[in-house]
Structure formats: structure tokens, C-alpha cells
């Protein structure tokens, strides 16, 4: 059964602390993503990286940071939350063959107070 | 970029047939997905076309016109578990790499 995995379900952080949410993908998947989820607005594309230590931005890259250190390890870091960074954050890979559907993590809601 | 349509809202009858629009604008279109969000869970795959036409999944059916950027998801004899968001999710590329955005999603609800 392939498996997308994010660390947490539920995270509440400070403003100001830096924050790592990580992705683990076991499907060999060279694609992989982080979107944002928040009501009204939809999924929005953080960041997403093709290959290890590759990465581009998405539609909203600001205020994050990512790294793909190996294949199957995607982390997204905010380097100092802030309030308006509460959201759902999904994690989602893709194999490089681009007829084939993405397989998403069960989301971190992350609350920064 | 990319820039995607779709209707917000929907209400339709447990029973019933319908349809969600989507349009979109995308550089280097790789194939059209849908996908199926429930409250508070993560999308899950529904269809996906890369050829004009209509694709049929059981209940779902989903059509592609490529030179209007058009589709649409088809949902038959809709039940009550069907009450979801719908994603339309065109994949482009760009720089060597694969990216998926997605639409705002459509919330459907269906009644008794």
C-alpha cells in the first residue's frame, strides 16, 4: 500500500520559533510537493522539488523554505511563524511519468500563536 | 502560471446527475486531473485526461477539451457520500520538472 506520511497531524507553534514539517514518500517518487490549505482560497503550491536537492517555487513561496536532502524526505520550514501561516499543510508525491495521480500525506494543521 | 475555474458551490439532489465546470490557462499541459476532498481528509484521485474526450469511471465520467481549456467531472446517480469538494488539477511543466496546481474546488453538497 503506498504510503505518504507527514510527522504530525496537529502542531501548535509560537510566533517566532522555527518550525519543520516533514514528508515521507515510500513509493520512489521523484516529485514531490507542499500546498497550503485554507478555506476559500484551496490547495496553493508552496514549494515542490523534482530530484534530490532540486526545488522551485510555487504560487507562495514566501516566509518558507524546503529541502530534499534524499528522494524520499521532503521537509518545509518556516524559518519564523508567524500567525497568518496557521493552516493546513499537505505534503503530496508524483512519479516522474506524468499520467499518474498524486498521493497525498494526511496533512499537518499547523495553529502558530 | 496557471490559472483555473471552477464554481465554488453546488447543491444537487441524492438521485440526480451533475456537473462541475472547470476552465483553466496552463504553460507546457500535461493532462487534467480531478480529485475528491472530503472535510478534513486529503484528496484522493478521481480521473485523469490527457486526450480530448470523455473518460467513464463507474459513476464519474470526465471530459476534455484541450483548445477550449475546458473540463468537466460527471457525477451520476449521486449519493449521499458524495457531498465533497471536487479539485480540478491541470499538470504542467516547465524547467525539466512536473508541477500540479489546483483549482479552488467545488463543494458539493447533495441532499435528500
Known amino acids: 500500500d503506498v504510503k505518504v506520511t507527514q510527522s504530525s497531524r496537529y502542531l501548535v507553534k509560537r510566533t517566532g520559533e522555527k518550525v519543520f514539517l516533514e514528508c515521507v514518500q515510500d513509493?520512489?517518487?521523484?516529485?514531490m510537493f507542499w500546498y497550503r490549505q485554507d478555506p476559500g482560497l484551496g490547495l496553493r503550491l508552496i514549494y515542490f522539488?523534482?530530484?534530490?536537492?532540486?526545488?522551485e517555487k510555487g504560487d507562495i513561496p514566501e516566509g518558507y523554505s524546503v529541502s530534499r536532502e534524499k528522494k524520499e524526505r521532503f521537509s518545509l520550514i518556516l524559518e519564523s511563524a508567524s500567525t497568518n501561516q496557521t493552516s493546513m499543510y499537505l505534503c503530496?508525491?508524483?512519479?516522474?511519468?506524468?499520467?499518474?495521480?498524486?498521493?497525498f500525506g494526511q496533512g499537518t494543521r499547523l495553529t502558530v500563536v | 502560471g496557471q490559472n483555473i475555474d471552477q464554481p465554488t458551490e453546488m447543491t444537487a439532489t441524492e438521485g440526480a446527475i451533475v456537473q462541475i465546470n472547470c476552465t483553466y490557462q496552463t504553460s507546457g499541459f500535461n493532462g487534467l486531473f480531478w480529485y475528491q476532498q472530503h472535510a478534513g481528509e486529503a484528496p484522493t484521485f478521481l480521473s485523469y485526461?490527457?486526450?480530448?474526450g470523455l473518460e467513464e469511471k463507474g459513476r464519474f465520467s470526465s471530459f476534455l477539451s484541450r483548445s477550449k481549456g475546458y473540463s468537466y467531472l460527471l457525477l451520476k446517480e449521486l449519493q449521499m457520500k458524495d457531498s465533497a469538494s471536487y479539485l480540478c488539477?491541470?499538470?504542467?511543466?516547465?524547467?525539466?520538472?512536473?508541477?500540479?496546481?489546483f483549482g479552488k474546488g467545488t463543494k458539493l453538497s447533495v441532499i435528500p
Open positions: 488539477a491541470p499538470g504542467g511543466s516547465g524547467a525539466g520538472s512536473y508541477q500540479l496546481t
Open positions: 522539488s523534482y530530484d534530490v536537492k532540486m526545488k
Open positions: 503530496a508525491s508524483t512519479p516522474t511519468t506524468t499520467n499518474t495521480e498524486a498521493f
Open positions: 485526461n490527457v486526450l480530448d
Open positions: 513509493m520512489d517518487h521523484e516529485n
